[in-house]
């Protein structure tokens, strides 16, 4: 092992004799000085709202929210993203462009601040890596928009359907906020979070899935299937298949088979095929959910229950599971 000499003899003999909180406030002051701004306050989203996304308040004039450059990722994209999804997701080829320069070179330069492990009992500075929330706003508006515009694919749709609910939630929470602030009232914080959970469920219901629970109730009834703890019972496939997008289309389920090769195109496992409809198909597609959920609510059998759809969808044969 190399001697050390002269001046880092001294500054290793000194580190020796230091305590363990002494250094530790060193290490504190080293970090302030490569990271410049430190955090006010923190907290997650995962207690109030079940996805693991931090979020800070930073120590400067302005008080700047800010969201971890993970936790962007997590609550716009899904609850299993990385660190670096954020940046995968903006910089592919369709979303960049309807993104534009301005918003991707903010992704390309995220805050760099300082903050610590929660709960650790003598926590270090960490660098940490975020964005201004306002950031995420931006994302979603020209999400939206481009996807107005029909600049985005159908494997979009539910990001798409999820920044138009932050979008909203946001809206809503903040004119709420605004209001109560020039009439002086002062909310507490278990108030903000519950307005906002109660914003984020009433956006959501706007972009439910497309199949009415209604439907899968009388199919379960009329075929006399259990629920399963999880999903739902493999037959629902088949029943979907042959009595909704088949009979969309006089040409032996046209629609049905259009919509799957758009998925096996443009989407990804676990997308659902009604994602990749067209504007057009989407609406045959809900007349005739409530035409079969009319037929099921009303045959009190499963035989009767086939009998109609046999005749719904010209004659085909009663399905046998």
């Known amino acids: 092992m190399t001697e050390l000499k002269g001046k880092a003899k001294g500054g290793a003999a000194r580190a020796l004799a230091l305590t363990s909180e002494a250094r530790t406030e060193i290490a504190k002051k080293g970090a302030a000085t490569r990271w410049g701004t430190g955090v006010a306050h923190q907290g997650n989203f995962k207690e109030a709202f079940g ?3 931090e979020c800070y308040v930073l120590n400067d004039s302005q008080k700047t929210a800010v969201i971890g450059q993970r936790g962007m990722a997590v609550a716009l994209l899904n609850s299993d993203s990385s660190g670096t999804a954020l940046s995968r997701f903006v910089h592919g080829k369709t979303i ?13 330069n995220p805050l760099i601040f300082k903050g610590s492990d929660p709960g650790a009992k003598l926590p270090l500075p960490r660098k940490i890596h975020g964005y201004e929330v306002g950031l995420l706003i931006d994302i979603c508006q020209a999400l939206v928009a481009a996807n107005a515009r029909g600049d985005l694919l159908p494997r979009h749709a539910k990001i798409v359907a999820q920044a138009q609910i932050i979008l909203g939630a946001s809206a809503k929470a903040g004119i709420q906020g605004l209001v109560y602030a020039l009439a002086g009232y002062d909310r ?4 903000v979070i519950a307005a906002y959970k109660m914003y984020v469920a009433e956006e959501a219901r706007e972009y439910e899935k497309e199949f009415s629970p209604e439907l899968y109730e009388q199919w379960y009834r009329l075929y006399g299937l259990v629920k399963p703890e999880r999903g739902r019972p493999w037959e629902f496939k088949y029943l979907t298949i042959d009595h909704i997008y088949k009979p969309l289309a006089k040409s032996a389920g046209k629609v049905f088979s259009l919509a799957k ?9 676990g997308d659902k095929i009604h994602m990749f409809l067209s504007e057009i198909g989407v609406k045959a597609l809900r007349t005739q959910v409530g035409k079969i959920m009319g037929i099921a609510s009303v045959s009190r059998s499963r035989e009767e229950y086939e009998r109609h759809i046999a005749e719904q969808i010209h004659g085909q044969r009663s399905l046998n599971l």
Request: proline share 0%; no cysteine.
């Open 96 to 108: 960049s462009k309807a993104l534009g320069a301005n918003l991707l070179k903010k992704v390309d």
């Open 261 to 269: 090769a758009s998925k096996q195109e443009n989407g990804e496992k």
């Open 188 to 191: 507490t914080k278990e108030e």
């Open 51 to 53: 996805i693991d996304v």
